[in-house]
């Protein structure tokens, strides 16, 4: 396995595992906050599925949004399965382009970001994605233990 198929194995299981928590919200509960500054269930989850396509258009661009739309402007969140399909075509580009990079761009593809500083090599910034989404699965999960609510088997 070579470093290309290591990177979308690791996006593959992400996800998997983030639906998996995901489905495991009760309905009742999409709307749920911890308290007023915090993303609701759902907001947090489009958050994510947003926030891939966002990262998907820095790297395209290599760092510079210039007059990035999000194609979730204006939707109103209704439900889960929603949110997915919404999301699938732009997950569907964003594994497309991982699928089409070699080896040598992951070291040699710099996303430069002079508004935030940040100036890391395209693997580098394909790891931060991935943590991005690991990161809100732990909020998310955390918010499910707070609600006292069981929590899906995320480890198998």
Same mark, same amino acid.
């Given at each position: 396995?070579?470093?290309?198929?290591?990177?979308?194995?690791?996006?593959?299981?992400?996800?998997?595992?983030?639906?998996?928590?995901?489905?495991?919200?009760?309905?009742? /509960?999409?709307?749920?906050?911890?308290? &007023?500054?915090?993303?609701?269930? $759902?907001?947090?989850?489009?958050?994510?599925?947003?926030?891939? @396509?966002?990262?998907?258009?820095?790297?395209?661009?290599?760092?510079?949004?210039?007059?990035?739309?999000?194609?979730?402007?204006?939707?109103? /969140?209704?439900?889960? &399965?929603?949110?997915?399909?919404?999301?699938? $075509? /732009?997950?569907?580009?964003?594994?497309?382009?991982?699928?089409?990079?070699?080896?040598?761009?992951?070291?040699?593809?710099?996303?430069?970001?002079?508004?935030?500083?940040?100036?890391?090599?395209?693997?580098?910034?394909?790891?931060?994605?991935?943590?991005?989404?690991?990161? @809100?699965?732990?909020?998310?999960?955390?918010?499910?233990?707070?609600?006292? $609510?069981?929590?899906?088997?995320?480890?198998?």
């Amino acid at each position: 396995m070579n470093a290309i198929d290591t990177i979308l194995l690791n996006f593959s299981e992400i996800r998997r595992r983030s639906i998996n928590l995901w489905n495991g919200i009760p309905t009742e /509960y999409l709307n749920w906050k911890p308290d &007023k500054d915090a993303f609701t269930c $759902i907001e947090m989850i489009r958050h994510v599925l947003e926030g891939e @396509h966002l990262f998907h258009k820095i790297i395209e661009n290599r760092g510079n949004l210039g007059n990035y739309q999000s194609p979730w402007n204006d939707l109103e /969140y209704t439900d889960l &399965k929603n949110e997915l399909n919404i999301a699938a $075509i /732009y997950r569907e580009k964003f594994l497309q382009m991982i699928n089409t990079l070699n080896e040598a761009d992951l070291e040699s593809v710099r996303i430069e970001r002079r508004e935030v500083n940040q100036s890391k090599t395209l693997g580098d910034y394909l790891n931060r994605i991935a943590y991005h989404e690991s990161v @809100h699965t732990g909020q998310l999960l955390s918010y499910l233990r707070t609600l006292g $609510i069981d929590r899906p088997q995320l480890w198998d």
